[in-house]
């Protein structure tokens, strides 16, 4: 009797342990909550399946085999209307990136100035930068790249004209009009020749630096690189009896009026869109980057700058060899958040026109009706960058930080 | 001797001090200092010096000598080589109001009124009864506005029960929702007292929570004789503002569950908010607002549509919770241990520990934060031009195409316009997080 | 549980004009909110605009006007949806909109791989070219090499691509998201030619700076027969827009318009009098009154009307009726009869 009392106490204050107990409540709660995840995804997808199929659709990717139709204005890789969807999404993907690949050096190189001069002594350079960042700071891209791609277009001359420069580079409104190299056989062994240059250069770059190191005398690696870098290259073009020829881009000021200006499919042409684009990224990106290199300036101690100045390094020197590679480590995590922000922000170019993911694939939308797909490709390739960028940045972050021992 | 004592010049009160160079003080002073002090600094000013003449004289000559600042039609601006600022004088309405009808636009005005009249003492650190403001603006406001906006009267008619019970209307509405009420209420009340807790707590913390939402219906489907306003009636200042303060008003909450959400130990949770996060943080706004004005269609139901303003404000709302939760996060994270512990300590349950001694402390650190995430949203809202709405930016954009005013200034100076909007409202919010920052970082100091 | 559940999901998320419970058909659904939810083209002169004032214009707005004039008798029980060109089928497919009347090409695709219903055919169009006088050509055909604007997310960039590539001719096209910014490029000069439907063209070319300056190219390159249409599945709302369109044109074979239809009411004409409902059930046995024709006539006049009104002649337009005059006057409109 007493025993059992004791008995059915304990079983009901181990139902009320267990149901006290936060990991089982956590438990219980989770398991809910991916109950209610499930339903709501599973009634999503349901409703999308009917949809679809009301509307006479067939879900899946195999609308990137038919053909697309439409022409692009740029492309890096053959492509013509009767090229397929799945082509021209490459053609537009390949557009991003290259928009984006330059945006981000340019960014960051006109950010660093722009960073330093607003730490600058001269009263005039700090206000100028200032006033660089905090305009383009504050008004919208979308407003900026505008204004930029239309100013643009304005101030060039118009499509029979040109302006020209170092007698191979021609604008005007049509674009930037430069010569095209034609690859015949053997251009690849310069592309190789070229690699090989690279890869010798860093390697004698590596051997400079462990060779000051244990002497304290630097061999001019910099300038044994660069002749490695050109002159591997320039030598395999002439032994190869100079595989690859430019073609020049034909001005003509004859015949009927459409005629005249340059002529598509001479020459390589550099569209006013990706400039427009180009321009407003950059410029925009770059007040943010000078921000984050002021900050992470301003972020090493002024002992580390005197210091460098009692030793007797110049202004200059001290920047470079002292600031800067301590600022660094400050500077590179926002740095990749802004250049994951220009690479995202560059779908802004389905405002002017420039072909780019978001761009051709807006138009393979609307010629299929497959908006699913078409949306679940620009995650992926969106979210794959991202990733990709911050894995890169992870590295490079990684052989900055500071060493602790 | 005593002569040369005599002689002897011994200056009895010291020299005052004599006045600095006129080459160290003043403006050339400042100048030789700031601008000229070695010769490479010396180029620089006189270069960057030029670099402002050069850059200046063509901006005001185009926005204030050439401009023209008066005229009916295009006829004034064909010619002009500046700014039409005629123009925007003439559309300046429609900037601040879209097509929103002429007699009804008194309802925006006061929408305006009251939120500058509820946030500037909000913002104003000394001002009082901040707890009863933000009430105010968090609740009474947004619905107090969407009436005044749309004008109210939803026709609410109800759904599930069978026709021929009650007729669809409001009293069916009304019916149901006692309905779902009840049986909502008995199911929390069933799980409380299964989980040992106390149900009448429970059920009457549901209770307020239902009886919130029912007040909402009523006051939104009330019919207050305000004439019907479609949204797509709505633009420029108007959308650009809406978009921007629903956007901010529904990503805080959301946002807090998010970061709350990425710290739990709970790891389902943990991995659903991360990927939320990292999914909306790394998709360019476009893709969400393609997704929401394209997709969202195609996920509802048959039958049930949402406005596109609305779908527009719930892309941007998701979008911007991410932004939000790592702003918070950041602000969670700045909490030292010891208020967690120490919480635990004194047998806080989580929901009263993050209320009470958690969040009070963390949105106090993140003030600066959400201000800068405002801005970027801010800026953002233009992008909803692209899906077709007329935002500020949109409706300008239309503007300059109107056959009345087309010229070849008319597309410029109306970016130049939207260019000073934008900056105005930006930079004065910046301004306004640096002075916040500013001081906390005293606070925290002193 | 679902509709209960997406009861509440929608009435939390206070849809403004939003939340519609579709029921048994969307004729029953009109006339139980009182007013057509129309998708209408934002920004095309001649046949969706709105005023200042917000007073929407156009042909396919008075076609608007019209359903909703032969369903309530009074043509302003509408209301209007501006909608760009990619989301209008969305919109259509999911229910936001009644009706789509905003100057979409009817297309095989269209019919059978989105969902949609074309009632007819409003306005005969074809895509056209706008070049600048300056440029010294007068036919599409010596446009090759040329740099053409368009928007993107229509017919017409493929249509471009077909006639570039069917006459060898190399060209390029730069395709703009939005109207406002193809005008804009092409003011600049960033392109030699504009293309569009030819209407649009002439909509489009009141709004460049110097309207004079530039010309429509007589080739019309495509096919484009621009009409309202339904969605899918509701054979009865498919019908009562159907007749209205052919109502409008059928009032103008028989002579009747805004003006002069209530004193021809009375007329001895027995096709008069099945028009206007004196004789026969017409109007009943498609779910609408009698006089639906008479009152579509009574609110927007006939299809002639609509036509001068809004791009005909006399107006800013000034297109000719051509392929849209009445098949007995040597246009194509041509409607079955009411009997």
């Known amino acids: 009797m007493a025993a ?15 149901i006290n107990n936060p990991s089982v409540r956590g438990l219980v709660f989770q398991i809910a909550f991916v109950a209610a995840l499930v339903w709501f995804a599973w009634d999503i997808a349901d409703n999308t399946a009917r949809n679809l199929q009301k509307a006479n659709i067939a879900a899946g990717f195999g609308f990137l085999d038919r053909t697309a139709g439409f022409g692009i204005v740029q492309k890096l890789v053959y492509y013509t209307e009767a090229s397929s969807y799945g082509r021209a999404l490459l053609v537009g993907l390949l557009n991003t990136l290259l928009v984006a690949g330059l945006g981000i050096v340019i960014a960051t190189i006109l950010g660093f100035i722009i960073g330093v001069a607003r730490l600058s002594p001269n009263w005039l350079i700090a206000r100028i930068a ?10 919208p891209l979308l407003l900026q790249l505008f204004f930029w791609y239309f100013a643009v277009l304005r101030a060039v001359p118009g499509m029979r004209e040109k302006w020209t420069f170092l007698g191979i580079f021609h604008i005007n409104i049509g674009g930037l009009h430069v010569p095209r190299p034609v690859f015949a056989d053997g251009a690849g062994t310069v592309g190789l020749a070229l690699i090989i240059g690279v890869v010798a250069a860093v390697l004698v770059a590596r051997w400079g630096r462990k060779r000051q190191e244990a002497t304290g005398q630097a061999p001019p690696a910099g300038w044994i690189g660069v002749a490695l870098i050109i002159g591997l290259p320039l030598i395999a073009y002439f032994a190869l009896g100079r595989p690859i020829s430019f073609d020049v881009p034909v001005f003509n000021d004859q015949g009927p009026i459409l005629r005249r200006g340059f002529q598509a499919g001479s020459g390589m042409t550099v569209i006013p869109e990706f400039f427009g684009l180009l321009l407003a990224l950059s410029l925009y990106t770059a007040a943010y980057i000078a921000e984050t290199v002021r900050a992470g300036i301003s972020a090493v101690g002024h002992g580390q700058s005197e210091a460098a100045h009692s030793l007797g390094l110049r202004n200059g020197q001290t920047l470079r060899y002292v600031v800067i590679p301590q600022a660094m480590r400050v500077i590179i995590p926002p740095l990749t958040n802004q250049y994951l922000n220009l690479t995202k922000n560059s779908s802004l170019a389905v405002a002017v026109a420039y072909p780019d993911l978001v761009s051709v694939g807006g138009t393979v939308l609307n010629q299929t009706g497959q908006a699913v797909e078409m949306v679940t490709i620009w995650m992926i390739f969106y979210l794959g960058l991202s990733l990709l960028t911050s894995f890169v940045m992870n590295i490079w972050n990684r052989r900055v930080a500071l060493v602790e021992r | ?24 003080i003043g403006p050339i002073g400042w100048a030789r200092k700031n601008l000229f002090s070695s010769p490479i600094n010396s180029v620089l000013s006189i270069v960057a010096a030029l670099f402002i003449v050069w850059c200046l004289i063509p901006v005001i000559r185009f926005t204030l000598i050439d401009a023209v600042w ?75 506005s969407f009436v005044l906006l749309t004008g109210g009267h939803i026709g609410l008619r109800g759904r599930f029960l069978p026709d021929d019970i009650v007729g669809p209307g409001p009293v069916r509405f009304a019916l149901e929702f006692a309905l779902v009420s009840f049986v909502i209420i008995l199911l929390v009340g069933l799980g409380a007292r299964l989980l040992g807790l106390r149900a009448s707590q429970s059920g009457s913390a549901i209770g307020i929570v239902l009886g919130a939402l029912a007040v909402v219906f009523m006051v939104v489907g009330a019919d207050f004789g305000l004439v019907p306003v479609e949204t797509a009636n709505w633009g420029g200042l108007l959308v650009t ?92 994270q700045s909490i030292s241990r010891g208020q967690y512990e120490g919480a635990m300590a004194i047998g806080l349950s989580y929901p009263q520990r993050m209320r009470l001694i958690i969040l009070p402390q963390a949105l106090r650190v993140v003030i600066p934060g959400i201000v800068g995430s405002f801005i970027s949203l801010f800026k953002d809202t233009t992008l909803v031009a692209i899906i077709g709405l007329f935002d500020l930016l949109g409706q300008i954009q239309a503007s300059a195409n109107d056959a009345k005013w087309a010229s070849p200034v008319t597309g410029i100076t109306g970016y130049i316009f939207a260019a000073m909007v934008f900056w105005a409202f930006c930079f004065s919010m910046s301004r306004y997080a640096a002075f916040t920052e500013r001081r906390l970082d005293r606070s925290r100091r002193g | 549980m679902k509709k209960l559940i997406a009861s509440i999901v929608a009435g939390a998320a206070l849809a403004t004009a939003g939340v519609s419970a579709a029921s048994a058909g969307t004729l029953e659904d009109v006339k139980a909110k009182g007013f057509v939810q129309c998708g209408v083209n934002p920004s095309l002169i001649g046949f969706g605009v709105a005023d200042e004032k917000g007073e929407w214009s156009g042909i396919d707005v008075s076609f608007c006007r019209a359903v909703a004039s032969a369903i309530f008798g009074d043509p302003t029980k509408v209301k209007f949806s501006p909608l760009n060109a990619k989301e209008r089928f969305t919109a259509l497919q999911s229910g936001e909109v009644d009706l789509l009347s905003r100057n979409t090409t009817w297309t095989m695709s269209r019919d059978s791989s989105l969902g949609l219903m074309f009632v007819g055919v409003s306005y005969y169009d074809g895509q056209g070219f706008m070049v600048r006088k300056s440029l010294g050509v007068s036919s599409a055909l010596e446009l090759s090499g040329a740099k053409v604007c368009t928007q993107t997310g229509t017919t017409t960039e493929l249509n471009l691509a077909d006639y570039f590539r069917s006459h060898n001719m190399p060209y390029e096209v730069v395709a703009f998201e939005k109207n406002e910014e193809v005008l804009q490029a092409y003011e600049a000069g960033r392109c030699d030619a504009y293309t569009t439907d030819a209407s649009g063209l002439y909509a489009e070319r009141l709004k460049l700076t110097n309207p004079d300056d530039h010309m429509i190219l007589p080739e019309i390159i495509s096919k484009e027969p621009l009409g309202p249409a339904v969605r899918q599945g509701d054979d009865k709302w498919f019908t009562v827009v159907k007749w209205t369109l052919f109502a409008l044109i059928n009032a103008e074979e028989l002579g009747l318009t805004k003006a002069n239809i209530d004193e021809k009411k009375t007329a001895d004409n027995p096709e008069i009098k099945r028009f206007v409902g004196v004789e026969g059930d017409f109007g009943t046995g498609i779910g609408l009154t009698n006089d639906w024709a008479y009152n579509v006539i009574k609110g927007v006049g006939n299809y002639g009307e609509i036509f001068d009104a809004n791009v005909g002649p006399s107006t800013k337009l000034g297109i000719a009726r051509g392929l849209n005059n009445l098949w007995s006057k040597g246009g194509i409109q041509y409607a079955p009869p009411i009997r």
């Open chain 1, 4 to 18: 059992g009392d004791i008995g059915a106490r304990s079983f009901g204050g181990r139902a009320a342990a267990i």
């Open chain 1, 130 to 139: 200032t006033a660089y960042i905090e305009i383009l700071r504050n008004i």
């Open chain 2, 1 to 24: 001797m005593s002569t040369m004592a005599s002689t002897a010049y011994v200056r009895s009160e010291m020299v005052g001090p004599q006045k600095a160079p006129p080459s160290m």
């Open chain 2, 70 to 144: 008066t005229g009916d039609d295009r006829a004034a601006c064909a010619q002009a080589s500046g700014a039409c600022w005629a123009y925007v004088k003439a559309y300046l309405p429609q900037f601040i109001y879209g097509r929103y009808p002429i007699d009804q636009r008194w309802r925006v005005d006061i929408v305006f009124l009251m939120l500058a009249v509820a946030l500037v003492p909000m913002l104003i650190p000394r001002a009082p009864f901040k707890r009863l403001n933000a009430l105010f603006l968090l609740t009474v406001y947004p619905l107090a």
């Open chain 2, 241 to 332: 503002l809406v978009v921007a303060v629903t956007g901010m008003v529904a990503s805080l909450p959301l946002g807090v569950i998010l970061a709350l959400g990425r710290r739990s130990k709970m790891p389902v949770v943990r991995i659903a908010s991360v990927t939320f996060i990292e999914v909306c943080r790394g998709v360019p706004l476009i893709t969400v607002l393609f997704m929401a004005s394209v997709m969202l269609p195609l996920f509802l139901p048959e039958g049930v549509t949402f406005d596109k303003l609305l779908r527009a404000l719930i892309g941007v709302a998701l979008f911007q919770a991410a932004y939000m939760a790592e702003v918070i996060r950041g602000g969670l």
